[in-house]
Structures are given as C-alpha cells and as structure tokens.
C-alpha cells in the first residue's frame, strides 16, 4: 500500500511539475491558463482574507457539510424503508435510478420561491442531488447480507433494534459506505454548481464572479481550494472507511 501511495504522489507530483513548466514556457494560452504556484499562492491569499473566509469559504463549507449530513441520514431511513418493503423497492428503484436525469439547477427559482434567497435552497438542491446514492447503495446493502447471520441474530433472540446495530449495519456498511462516499462527492458538485446561478456568496459565486470579470488568478485560486476541499474529504473517508475495516476483519 506505501509504495502504491508513493507511485501516486508521484504521477500527480509529475503531472503538476509539467503544467508549472509548460505553463512558464508559454507552451499553454498565458490568457487561460496560469502556473500551478500561482494558483496556490493565490488560494493561500484567499484563505488569509478573513472575509473570504467568512463570506466564501465558510459559507460553502457549511452547506456541503449540512446537505451532506442530511443526505446521508435521510438515505439510510428511505434506504431502510426500501429494505423492508419489497413493494416500495421495486415501484421506486427505477426512479431512483433516473433521478440524476432530473435537472434540480433548472427548478432553483421553484426552492428559491418556497425557501427564499440564502442557503437553504443551495443545501436543499445538493441533498436531493446527494441522497439517491446513499438511497440505493443502503437498499442493496440489506439486501445483500448473507441468510445465515440472520439466523444467528434471530436465534439469540435479537430484537429488530439489536439486529439493526449488530447484524444488518456490520454486514451492510460497504455498501452504505459507498453511498456515502459517493454522497459527499455529489454534494460538493451541487452545492458549488448551485452556487454558480443561486447564490451571491460561496466559492461557487467566486469563481463565476471572477471568471465573468477575467480574473483568472482569482478564478484559479478558489478551483484550487473547491479541488483541495474534494481531496481532504476523500481521504477523510478514506480513513474512516480503512479504519472501520479493520475493527470489523
């Protein structure tokens, strides 16, 4: 596992360095494109500007952590109710299936009439844009456990609450995991894309700010942190996920 993570910091590593030079070289459009320092230095800027933060940052910070949560808690109790009834399963895992077909960006002025102008509609739109994944994966999960730990859990007398926390999440959580993995990428996505047409703060409304105005070291500098932001997550779960793992090998 080390030295797949070394091969993998050094393809990115590389990748970066080729970009800084080609980018120095003027190999790439200067207009458009801008070395890799540049953006990082301009991403660090940003961070110590205690507006961006305040106005920025942790506005988009919050409502990916909130529609996130919600996503995630809100797919595992439908998730459940999927499992428990073959009938709800099978009439609605086609349209969770078509639910990404939905165009929820197209219906922001619908949130913003019921939930007016502020976070709420960004975190809304990001939960519905999330939830399915976590929907379907918990679904399948408790579909999916083997018959003979069910009857393991039944004949030591198990209530539905004991099986629910010893048996069906133990045996059920990559499947869950995956869900919320795949939840939290989604949730970054609608949040930011949202930010774009909806909102006036948020990096989203940065980086459309910028961009709208040719500022491409700004533009870059909040790409980087969306980019960085996506990463830490990812390895966040990562860990919890390696770490879960091994309590349950």
Known sequence: MRLHRVVQIMIVASLLGLYEVATRMNWL??????PFSTMFT???GNLGNPEYVTNH??????EILASFIGAMIFG?????????SDLAHHVLQPYLLLFYAIPFFALYPIFISILGIGPLPVIMIGLLFAMPAVISNTAIGFREIRKVLVKVGESCNLSFRQMLIH????????????????AAAYSIIGVIATEFILSS?????TISYAYNNFDMNGMYGSVLLVIVIALLVNVVLGFIEARVYRRNM
Do not use: E, H, Q
């Not at 045996?171 to 869900?179: E, S």
């Not at 703060?201 to 409304?205: N, T």
């Open 29 to 34: 459009d200067p207009f458009t494109f801008i």
């Open 42 to 44: 301009n991403m660090i």
């Open 57 to 62: 940052f942790g506005i988009t910070a919050m």
């Open 76 to 84: 595992i109790i439908f998730g459940i109710v999927l499992w428990r």
């Open 167 to 182: 048996i069906y999440f133990p045996a059920a959580w990559p499947y869950i995991f995956t869900g919320v993995k795949l």
């Open 201 to 205: 703060r948020g990096l989203g409304y």
